[in-house]
């Protein structure tokens, strides 16, 4: 199973909307998904207390993690960056499992031209040095209040081609590298 991760905690955000995009296209390709929504976050999880012992309702976020054969990140760029409930959520998962040898793919959307890559960026920094396994494809949205409608959809099919081959590659690049992993253990 994919987890997918919505890499920001702000309502109606674009970052969810896009999510919706994804999962549809995980779908699709009849891929399990399960959805990490980070509005969702347990209030206690930001409590000082939490770092020594983790509230039991986090333990379905941490899990979700854990259980997956990849992860999907989809990150908004906010002030030059990516959101600090992101890396408050990786700082609160089980370290070193958590991202060891996990494939972990990133989706990056921004309000200016650069469409969040520096928040991929960052983030790719921290996931490769937890060990994980960065799927190459990497997909920008820039100025994302122009490329949804109304009703939060993507207008442009290039760029939803553009997240369907991401997908179908990193559901490759997973299976690819838990073969690889299976003869490492025989």
């Known amino acids: 199973m994919i987890t997918l991760i919505v890499g920001t ?36 999880i930001f409590s000082p207390t939490a770092y020594a012992e983790k509230p039991a309702a986090f333990q379905r976020f941490s899990d979700a993690v854990l259980q997956a054969a990849g992860l999907v990140v ?10 600090g409930v992101l890396k408050y959520f990786i700082d609160m998962l ?3 499992e958590s991202f060891e040898h996990r494939p972990v793919c990133f989706i990056g959307l ?10 991929v960026e960052q983030l790719q ?6 060990n994980a396994h960065l799927h190459p494809q990497r997909v920008f949205l820039p100025q994302i209040h122009s490329l949804l409608d109304d009703a939060g959809r993507l207008k442009d099919p290039e760029l939803v081609q553009r997240l369907r081959r991401q997908a179908e590659g990193f559901v490759d690049f997973v299976e690819r590298l838990q073969r690889i992993q299976l003869r490492a253990i025989r």
Not at 12 to 40: F, K, M, N
Not at 74 to 83: A, D, K
Not at 110 to 119: C, D, K, Q
């Open 110 to 119: 921004a309000a200016g031209v650069w469409g969040g890559l520096r928040s």
């Open 9 to 44: 905690n702000r309502p109606g955000s674009d970052t969810r909307q896009i999510a919706r995009h994804v999962e549809q296209l995980y779908a699709e390709l009849r891929v399990p998904l399960r959805v990490i929504d980070l509005a969702e976050l347990p209030p206690e």
């Open 74 to 83: 989809i990150t908004p760029e906010y002030n030059g960056s990516f959101p």
């Open 94 to 96: 089980k370290f070193p």
């Open 125 to 130: 920094q921290i996931f490769g040095y937890r």
